[in-house]
Each structure stands twice: as structure tokens, then as C-alpha cells.
């Protein structure tokens, strides 16, 4: 028996490592909970709504037009939209 195993049954080690959080999905990805507001890293003048990869390849908090501009997409290896606490 290996450690992911339970009872009999084959566990994926992500799942044993998530557990009910392995069952997000695509959408559950596309929001996340900051504690505090950040500046856009790209104009340095608006609060960040995004954080997220830019079309030249490193991530960024962004705001709205930022993002429009820079980002690639929400979602798995895409981005996020900020969410204030």
C-alpha cells in the first residue's frame, strides 16, 4: 500500500493533498481573495484588479485597462480577478 491509498482505493496525491478543493472548476479559478488593494504594476497609477500574465510573458497585478491591453485571459496559467476581503 502506498501513502495514497485509503481503503483499498487508489487516491490521487493532488486530490489527497487538496481535498474538496479538488473539485474547482474552470470558473472557481477565475477569482481570488486578496487582504489588501496593490497598484497596477504596468501604469503605476490605478488600483490592480487582475493579477495576471501579460502578453510578454511575466505576471502582473493590472488594472482594468492594463489588462485589456497586456493580459491574456482569466483562468488556469492565465489570471485571476482580484477580489478585496
Not at 487538496?18 to 490605478?46: F, H
Not at 511575466?58 to 482594468?64: Q, R, S
Request: with cysteine.
Amino acid at each position: 500500500m502506498v501513502w495514497w491509498e485509503e481503503e483499498g482505493e487508489e487516491m490521487n496525491p493532488v486530490k489527497r493533498i487538496l481535498g474538496d478543493r479538488w473539485s474547482m472548476n474552470e470558473e472557481d479559478l477565475v477569482e481570488t481573495t486578496v487582504s489588501k488593494k496593490r497598484k497596477c504594476n504596468i501604469c503605476n497609477v490605478n488600483d490592480a484588479e487582475y493579477d495576471g500574465k501579460t502578453v510578454r510573458g511575466p505576471w502582473a497585478y493590472m488594472c482594468e485597462g492594463c489588462f485589456d491591453e497586456y493580459g491574456i485571459g482569466l483562468g488556469t496559467g492565465k489570471g485571476q480577478k482580484l477580489k478585496l476581503r
